[in-house]
T-cell receptor, first 115, second 114 residues
C-alpha cells in the first residue's frame, strides 16, 4: 500500500535538535491527520487539516508544530522534545473531514526516539 | 465522552481456531464503527466498517455486526491463520465534534501459532 507515505521511517534526536516529519498522500484526499501511538496507550489524535486549514489541535504542546502547504503534504516540525515524546507518529488521510463514514488511510509511521 | 473498550490481549490461538475480539463503545446516537489492523512494522489498515445499526462489515473472512442494543462491534473470524497475527483496533467516529474524528480502543494483540 503506497497511498500514504511517511519519511523518515525512523528518527533519533536529542532534546535540543530540530527535525521534521513528512507525510504525502497520493489518494486525492482533502483531509490529513497526525496521530501519536505510544506504548500501552490508545492512539491519540494530534492535528486535523481539511483543505489545508487546521480544524483541530488536540491540546498538543507547542514543541510540535504542524504545517500543511497543500492537500497532499503534511509536516510535523519538532523542537526541544522530551524523552516522553518518543513514539510512533502516524499520518492519515481521508476524502474530507465532514463525512463521518469516510475511511482514514494510514501511512506506515515514523518511529521517533528522543534521547 | 465517547470511548471504545476492547478486550485486553494478547490473544493466543492455534491456526484454524475461532477468533472473537470484543469491542464495546460509549457514544451518543449512531456513530460509525471501524476495525483497523496493524501488522508488525506497518501503519494501520482498515479491516472493515459499519455505519448504521445492524450493519455487518466483512473482509478477508473477518466479520463484525453493529449492535446498538448492546453497544458492541465484536470482531470474529471462523478460522485464523498465522498471517492474521497483528494488533487489532476498534474505533468509532462520533456524531459530535463537527468532523471525521476517530476514537480508538487500546488495541488487542493476536498471536496465531501453527
Amino acid at each position: 500500500e503506497t497511498g500514504v507515505t511517511q519519511t523518515p521511517r525512523h528518527l533519533v534526536m536529542g532534546m535540543t535538535n530540530k527535525k521534521s516529519l513528512k507525510c504525502e498522500q497520493h489518494l486525492g484526499h482533502n483531509a490529513m491527520y497526525w496521530y501519536k501511538q505510544s506504548a500501552k496507550k490508545p492512539l491519540e489524535l494530534m492535528f486535523v487539516y481539511n483543505f489545508k486549514e487546521q480544524t483541530e489541535n488536540n491540546s498538543v504542546p507547542s514543541r510540535f508544530s504542524p504545517e500543511c502547504p497543500n492537500s497532499s503534504h503534511l509536516f510535523l516540525h519538532l523542537h526541544t522534545l522530551q524523552p516522553e515524546d518518543s513514539a510512533l507518529y502516524l499520518c492519515a488521510s481521508s476524502q474530507e473531514t465532514v463525512r463521518r463514514t469516510d475511511t482514514q488511510y494510514f501511512g506506515p509511521g515514523t518511529r521517533l526516539t528522543v534521547l | 465522552g465517547d470511548s471504545v473498550t476492547q478486550m485486553e490481549g494478547p490473544v493466543t490461538l492455534s491456526e484454524e481456531a475461532f477468533l472473537t475480539i470484543n469491542c464495546t463503545y460509549t457514544a451518543t446516537g449512531y456513530p460509525s464503527l471501524f476495525w483497523y489492523v496493524q501488522y508488525p512494522g506497518e501503519g494501520l489498515q482498515l479491516l472493515l466498517k459499519a455505519t448504521k445499526a445492524d450493519d455487518k462489515g466483512s473482509n478477508k473472512g473477518f466479520e463484525a455486526t453493529y449492535r446498538k442494543e448492546t453497544t458492541s462491534f465484536h470482531l470474529e473470524k471462523g478460522s485464523v491463520q498465522v498471517s492474521d497475527s497483528a494488533v487489532y483496533f476498534c474505533a468509532l467516529s462520533p456524531l459530535s465534534g463537527g468532523y471525521n474524528k476517530l476514537i480508538f480502543g487500546a488495541g488487542t494483540r493476536l498471536a496465531v501459532h501453527p
